[in-house]
C-alpha cells in the first residue's frame, strides 16, 4: 500500500525487446535474498491483479522493473528466461493472485532491497540521513538501490555542485557501505551516489575534477568510523583523496 491506503505495485515484469507488460506485481518474494542462500531462482510473484489471461509458461528476454507510485521505472533487472506458473488465490486480498515462478538460478543478493525499494517507490521523498535511520543490516542494500536508482534516472556521476568543501559524520559511518551513502549524500544530496567501492570512488572523484573544485573533505567523530571501518579501508580512502589533493580535516 502507498501512503494514502491504496495499492501501487512495486513489479513490473517486461518483454525487454517489445517492452510489453507481462504483469504487474505488489512484491516478488524470494528474489532479494541473502547471498548465502543460494541460487535456486524460484520466486513467487506476489499480488498480481486479477485478470483473464494471466501470463503462464516460458518467456525469454524478460526484465524486472521497480516502479513507484506514478509507474515510473526506478530501477530494473535483467533476468532473461523466466517460466511462469498457475495463478493461485492470495491470501491478501480477493482481487488479487499469486503466481510461482522460476528465474532460473537468479537472484538479487541484497535481502534487504526489498523493503528499501517499497520505501523509494512510495509518494514520499527520501530525506538526508534517512539511510541511517536503518539498522546496520539495511545499509549495503540501501547503498544498492541508490547506484541502482541513481543511474536508471539518468544522473551522471555528478548532480550538485558542492563547493570546495564536503563534510560527513564519522558516527553514522559504521561499515564499508554507510560510509559510500554518507559520501553520496553530502555530494549529491539524499539518496545521492558517489561510488560503491574504491574504485567507483577514484572514478567519481576523477569525472568531478573538470566541472568542480573539491580540495576539503571535514571528517567529524572520525574515531567511531576509523575504529569500525579497519585501517586498510581507512588507508584506502586516504591514498585516493591525497591523490586528488583532497585535504581531510579529522574532528574527532
Known sequence: MDDNGTRSPLIRLVCEESQDTLLVADEVQGFFVDPLRGESGQVTLAGVPRAPGLPQGSFSDVGLHIINYRGEVIGRYYIGRVWIGTPQASSCEAEVVDLEASF?????????????????????????????????????????????????????????????????????????????????????????????????????????????????????????????????????????????????????
Open 104 to 252: 532460473h538460478g537468479y537472484h538479487c543478493p541484497y535481502p534487504k532491497a526489498g523493503t528499501i525499494w517499497r520505501r523509494w517507490a512510495s509518494e514520499r521523498p527520501i530525506r538526508c540521513g534517512e539511510w541511517h535511520q536503518y539498522s546496520v543490516d539495511y545499509h549495503s542494500s540501501w547503498l544498492h538501490v541508490v547506484q541502482t536508482s541513481w543511474f536508471e534516472s539518468g544522473h551522471g556521476i555528478i548532480k550538485h555542485g558542492i563547493g570546495d568543501t564536503l563534510s560527513i559524520d564519522g558516527s553514522n559511518i559504521t561499515t564499508v557501505a554507510s560510509f559510500y551513502c554518507a559520501i553520496g549524500e553530502a555530494v549529491n544530496g539524499a539518496g545521492g551516489y558517489f561510488g560503491s567501492n574504491l574504485d567507483a570512488f577514484a572514478d567519481c572523484l576523477a569525472s568531478g575534477q573538470e566541472i568542480r573544485s573539491l580540495t576539503r573533505v571535514i571528517w567529524d567523530n572520525y574515531s567511531v568510523s576509523f575504529r569500525a571501518l579497519g585501517e586498510e579501508f581507512i588507508d584506502s580512502i586516504m591514498t585516493i583523496l591525497g591523490e586528488f589533493d583532497i585535504e581531510v580535516a579529522l574532528h574527532k
